[in-house]
């Protein structure tokens, strides 16, 4: 019997053709499909942060708190030794999946895509709770009760930074920043409407109180807390969350994953959060995977709720320290309320940092400063002298080390620093009439302030000799 052979040696050069370009081409977007959506999946929080440096001024009684940020309450950052990095073991964890196709994981983590780093005053007993002003409502108001470090944690740019710095290092800048308050690994919060407010905060930190730095959901204030890493893992192995689909990333439907909703409707074609190219299809009947994915990410995030109001008072991703105020200087009199830092503690919120080393905290007195207000910097006394209560100089071109460190939180676009009579002047065009001290409700000018004889003479509310003078002071790592 004779055989035809050309049919089949076509058909075997055509296989060994497929077969060639099949081991040069991934058969799916990110190669091995499994690995990447486990890596996207994944339960175990990518990140990392820590700050070195907290800035406190007492200003009250400012009606514009609204302002350009020259005036603040706190400010806190990492300018030299912290800042945010992704965790060695979330880096141990990558696996199989291709080198480059790890950002995009980060831009698609199931955890964390949606959250934004983000500054608030929280309470020990329960981390869930965030302190605001009443007068902002139960939500907050950014810039003054809570804010962002960062552009939201899905942002392609920052993960790819993230992932090609060296392991270990921290970023603190990030260039690509659209805003300017996004630009570096800072944020603050202005509670300055009265003395009232100003004493109660402090002895808020006194019992209660503390500065934390965390994820919080974009747009809310209350933080994720590792309580739902457990819930989240169960999600993984089920299955129910095996399909995500999320926007590729850079399409049009992309925006570092801050509009992804938690509903099962998604868009108008039906699908939820956007189509994640050949992966979008439907199968068994049971429905598209898009559907089914918006269902496990609402089933996800209500189990990180859930996970998070059961365990309130531990064990959320981020850092918190607990500040302590005294007087400044050494003979300040009665009347003068405790308006510096005098100290600043590490509190453990997250527990993957428990037991690890940190650098102490320095609060030296050389960076405890009087605000003195630009009208009030020069004045002449009943002699027709000429006095300088505190000199508008500017810095140095090579500034020392301490001034480098001030210049962290105190920018030298708003104040003149003057470190001999350590003292502060808001530049003239970073103010606005009360700033800082407010205004006196009859003649509608700042009220009078006793910068000079406060230890004998008193000051205050009522005195004849005006005001307490308020305070800037800076706290560090060493």
């Known amino acids: ?16 053709i497929l077969g060639f370009f099949q081991n040069c081409t991934p058969a799916v977007p990110f190669g091995n499909t499994d690995h990447y959506q486990a890596l996207v999946n994944s339960p175990i929080w990518p990140y990392e942060l820590g700050v070195d440096q907290v800035a406190y001024m007492s200003c009250s009684e400012q009606e514009d708190i609204a302002n350009d940020g020259t005036f603040f309450t706190f400010r806190i950052g990492a300018f030299d030794s912290r800042g945010v990095r992704l965790s060695q073991t979330y880096r141990d964890n990558v696996g199989r999946v291709i080198n480059t196709d790890v950002p995009n994981a980060l831009n698609q983590a199931y955890a964390s895509s949606r959250t934004r780093i983000t500054f608030a005053v929280r309470t020990l007993d329960n981390l869930q709770l965030n302190y605001r002003d009443e007068d902002n409502g139960d939500d907050g108001l950014e810039g003054s009760d809570y804010d962002y470090f960062f552009p939201v944690m899905g942002n392609s740019d920052l993960n790819n930074m993230l992932w090609y710095m060296q392991p270990g290092d921290y970023l603190r800048t990030f260039a690509p920043a659209q805003l300017a308050d996004d630009y570096r690994f800072e944020g603050e919060l202005r509670f300055m409407k009265s003395q009232i407010m100003e004493n109660d905060l402090r002895a808020f930190f006194n019992q209660r109180g503390i500065l934390t730095v965390s994820w919080a959901e974009q747009g809310k204030i209350n933080p994720i807390g590792a309580g739902s890493l457990a819930l989240l893992q169960e999600l993984a192995q ?15 439907n992309d925006t570092g994953g801050a509009n992804l909703e938690t509903n099962t409707g998604g868009s ?6 956007g189509s994640n190219g050949g992966n979008a299809q439907s199968g068994g009947g049971s429905g598209s995977p898009s559907v089914a994915s918006a269902e496990a990410w609402s089933k996800a995030r209500a189990a990180q709720v859930q996970a998070a109001n059961n365990d309130v008072t531990q064990n959320i991703f981020g850092v918190a320290v607990q500040p302590r105020f005294k007087q400044p200087g050494n003979n300040p009199g009665p009347d003068l309320p405790p308006r510096v830092l005098s ?27 009087m605000i003195v207000l630009p009208e009030d910097a020069i004045y002449q006394d009943a002699n027709s002298n000429t006095i300088v209560r505190c000199a508008m100089d500017p810095d140095p071109v090579n500034p020392p080390e301490e001034l480098k460190i001030i210049r962290q939180s105190i920018y030298a676009e708003d104040f003149y620093v003057d470190r001999v009579r350590r ?3 808001p530049k003239p065009d970073h103010t606005v009439e009360g700033s800082c001290y407010g205004r006196n409700s009859n003649t509608q000018l700042t009220h009078i302030i006793n910068y000079d004889s406060f230890a004998s003479n008193g000051c205050g509310f009522g005195n004849v000799n005006g005001l307490c003078p308020h305070f800037a002071s800076v706290c560090f790592r060493q």
């Open 1 to 16: 019997m004779r055989f035809i052979w050309t049919p089949i040696l076509i058909v075997i050069t055509l296989t060994g």
């Open 423 to 425: 003292c502060i002047v």
């Open 343 to 369: 100290s600043i503690n590490d509190v453990v919120v997250d527990e993957r940092m428990r037991g690890e080393l940190q650098a102490p905290w320095e609060c030296p007195n050389n960076m405890q400063f």
């Open 238 to 252: 089920s299955g129910d969350s095996g399909n995500v689909t999320l926007p590729p990333p850079g399409s049009e």
């Open 268 to 273: 108008n074609d039906g699908s939820a959060g």
